[in-house]
Structures are given as C-alpha cells and as structure tokens.
C-alpha cells in the first residue's frame, strides 16, 4: 500500500504551503482499467451509444461543445434535452468548447470564454459543472493547460500524438500512466476510425496494466457529418462485448480522480511527452 504523501507547493516566492493527498484513499489502478470518451455530441450519444453503455454497466464521458454542426443540424447532433437526459443517467458531461476552436491559435482570454460559455449552458440545465475537458482537434499547449488549472479542471484528453503518428482517420496512441503524465494532458491510447481495427483496439485494451489506463476515444456511431472518425454501431458493439469478456473497470474521465490525485503531475507538463517521444513511445 503507498505511503500517504504530503505534496509541497511553492505559491509565491516566500510563501510555502503544504497540501496533504493522502494516496491511501485513492483505489488501486486495476488491470483493465479503461475510459470511454465520446466527442463532439454525435446524435448516437443519446441514440445508441448510452443505451449499449446501460445494458454493460459501463461509465463514459460526452464531450460538449456548440461547435461544428451542434446550432445547426439537429439531424446529426443530440440537442440540450438529451444531454440533460445524459447527465441523469449518470455520464459524466464534459467541457468541449462552445465552438471547437484550435486552442493554441487563442488569447488566454478566449480560451476562458470558450469553456466558461459551456459551463454556463451546462448550468442553464442543471448539469454539474464540467471537471474534466477534451482539446478539440486533439489541439493543445501549454497556455491552454495554465487555462485549465486556473478553472479547476481536473483532468484533460488530447489525442495520439505527438508520441504517436496521427493520420487523422484513427489510430494508436500511449497509455496514460498517472505516474507519468499531467492529468491536463492525458493522451488517448486509440481513437475510432476507418483505419483503427479490432486488432488496435485489442492492442489499445492490453496497454491497461501495471498502473496505466487505457482512455479511448468514440465521436459518432456512426460519425454521419465526419466519416474520418466514424465506428459503426457492429464494431462498437464487438468493443463493448470484448470489455465486458475481459472484465475491464469501465469509467469516465471524471472517475479518474477515484484512482488518480489529479493534483499531481510534473512541474513542466510537457516534460513526459518529450521524454516519451525519445524513448520511442
Ligand atoms: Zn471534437
């Protein structure tokens, strides 16, 4: 069992305070720990995905935002009623911007408008405030983290790269490891795609051990507006059942703070990825 730590932080120059984390608190990390994430309030979230979700007793983030086709095609994107219907079903509603912007081509200050107009909406309904965030088109930087830690954000996913190649139509990526990684920027050890196969899935699947915790990344099943990320429902389905077989702990982002103290990290955020780019991943 870990020894309950005491963290340091040094505010201001001068001014030390300790914060007391007591790891014994934190579950253990099992094998087979794994969250499920879907971008981008596809019309399947509500559709499909959730009830799939119910039927194997698994948790999962909806990552919202007002951007792509949300305003306009209620055809292809659930509206606010169904996020709502989401949240009551226990899914954790997470913060995806108001209009999907590249993050790291913002001001500080419009990035803060950007998740606090989502915050606000998420409060017009009745929906808990957004802890965890998504950068939209896996774009993030360091400002953007700094945004984050001043919301109180508690964990944040980007996508593959750059530790892996990200062709853009699906694919691999490392495991998080809690050990390793800034909780604001945890990566995503596969996202959907044409080119994400069931063998990469699988593969994404048995990353979840010895402490590291395999986060997948969903948009729509299927994807109608961006077939570039799509899954179809079959495929979904067989990954489901294989997580169910597997006896995998299927969780949201949000949960991760059951397993994980997202106050730790390391002081240069972007210091694990480096490091993971030369080590070869
Ligand atoms: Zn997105």
Same mark, same amino acid.
């Given at each position: 069992?870990?020894?309950?730590?005491?963290?340091?932080?040094?505010?201001?120059? *001068?001014?030390?305070?300790?914060?007391?984390?007591?790891?014994?608190?934190?579950?253990?990390?099992?094998?087979?720990?794994?969250?499920?994430?879907?971008?981008?309030?596809?019309?399947?979230?509500?559709?499909?995905?959730?009830?799939? $979700?119910? +039927?194997?007793?698994?948790?999962?983030?909806?990552?919202?935002?007002?951007? $792509?086709?949300?305003?306009?095609?209620?055809?292809?994107?659930?509206?606010?009623?169904?996020?709502?219907?989401?949240?009551?079903?226990?899914?954790?509603?997470?913060? @995806?911007?108001?209009?999907?912007? @590249?993050?790291?081509?913002?001001?500080?200050?419009?990035?803060?408008? +950007?998740?606090?107009?989502?915050?606000?909406?998420?409060?017009?309904?009745?929906?808990?405030?957004?802890?965890?965030?998504?950068?939209? *088109?896996?774009? @993030?930087?360091?400002?953007?983290?700094?945004? $984050?830690?001043?919301?109180?954000?508690?964990?944040?996913?980007?996508?593959?790269?750059?530790?892996?190649?990200?062709?853009?139509?699906?694919?691999? *990526?490392?495991?998080?490891?809690?050990?390793?990684?800034?909780?604001? $920027?945890?990566?995503?050890? *596969?996202?959907?795609?044409?080119?994400?196969?069931?063998?990469?899935?699988?593969?994404?699947?048995?990353?979840?051990? +010895?402490?590291?915790?395999?986060?997948?990344?969903?948009?729509?099943?299927?994807?109608?507006?961006?077939?570039?990320?799509?899954?179809?429902?079959?495929?979904?389905?067989?990954?489901?059942?294989?997580?169910?077989?597997?006896?995998?702990?299927?969780?949201?982002?949000?949960?991760?703070?059951?397993?994980?103290?997202?106050?730790?990290?390391?002081?240069?955020?972007?210091?694990?990825?480096?490091?993971?780019?030369?080590?070869?991943?």
């Amino acid at each position: 069992m870990k020894q309950a730590l005491i963290v340091t932080v040094v505010l201001f120059v *001068g001014s030390v305070f300790e914060v007391s984390a007591d790891s014994e608190q934190l579950r253990k990390i099992p094998d087979g720990l794994v969250v499920l994430t879907f971008d981008d309030c596809n019309k399947s979230d509500r559709s499909f995905v959730a009830k799939v $979700l119910k +039927e194997h007793g698994f948790g999962a983030t909806f990552y919202v935002t007002e951007g $792509l086709g949300f305003l306009r095609n209620k055809e292809n994107y659930v509206t606010w009623e169904e996020i709502v219907e989401l949240d009551r079903m226990g899914f954790e509603i997470g913060n @995806h911007t108001k209009t999907h912007p @590249h993050m790291p081509r913002l001001s500080p200050q419009q990035m803060r408008n +950007e998740l606090l107009h989502i915050e606000k909406r998420c409060k017009e309904h009745k929906i808990r405030r957004p802890v965890t965030f998504c950068y939209p *088109g896996f774009g @993030h930087s360091l400002a953007c983290v700094k945004e $984050l830690q001043q919301l109180n954000y508690l964990f944040a996913r980007r996508g593959v790269g750059p530790e892996f190649k990200d062709g853009g139509r699906g694919g691999r *990526g490392p495991a998080y490891d809690p050990e390793v990684d800034h909780p604001l $920027l945890v990566p995503t050890t *596969g996202y959907a795609g044409p080119d994400w196969k069931m063998e990469d899935f699988i593969w994404a699947i048995s990353k979840a051990r +010895e402490g590291r915790i395999a986060v997948l990344c969903y948009h729509g099943v299927p994807a109608r507006e961006h077939p570039w990320v799509n899954c179809d429902p079959e495929d979904f389905r067989k990954h489901m059942n294989y997580l169910k077989k597997e006896g995998c702990t299927v969780i949201s982002m949000r949960d991760l703070a059951l397993f994980v103290d997202p106050r730790k990290g390391p002081a240069d955020p972007y210091e694990p990825i480096r490091a993971r780019g030369k080590r070869g991943k």
